[in-house]
């Protein structure tokens, strides 16, 4: 079956970065729209940006635009968000997930077929 499992969560100070990574496997990576998400325990899940197949359009949400940047690598079926400049508020249960073909209505939960198990980033002031 098909399995997304995220990686590179953890504690860090505002203002510092971390880069996450989520490998995919028993799915050809290159055929889905890559997206990562944020949730925190009482609100709804948050698209923070999404990745094409061939990783040349990119679409990020407005809280994050500037400050993370999401890519792939579809010869290690693996997918990446370079966040930087961390705020408090950007602490959260990041997800990623994958959509089959293009990533029209990235923001839409409901368009994904698969989901990872999530990893937890903690931002400090």
């Known amino acids: 079956q098909v399995q997304l499992v995220e990686s590179g969560g953890r504690s860090v100070q505002a203002g510092g970065s971390l880069r996450l990574s989520c490998a995919a496997s028993?799915?050809?990576?290159?055929?889905?729209?890559m997206g990562w998400f944020r949730q925190v325990p009482g609100k709804e899940r948050e698209g923070v940006a999404s990745?094409?197949?061939?990783?040349?359009?990119?679409n990020y949400g407005d809280s994050v635009k500037g400050r993370f940047t999401i890519s792939r690598d579809n010869a290690k079926n693996t997918l990446y968000l370079q966040m930087n400049s961390l705020k408090p508020e950007d602490a959260a249960m990041y997800y990623c997930a994958a959509k089959y073909g293009g990533c029209w209505r990235w923001l839409d939960i409901s368009n994904y077929d698969y989901w990872g198990q999530g990893t937890q980033v903690s931002v400090s002031s």
């Open positions: 990745i094409s197949t061939d990783g040349g359009s990119l």
């Open positions: 028993r799915i050809t990576f290159s055929n889905y729209c």
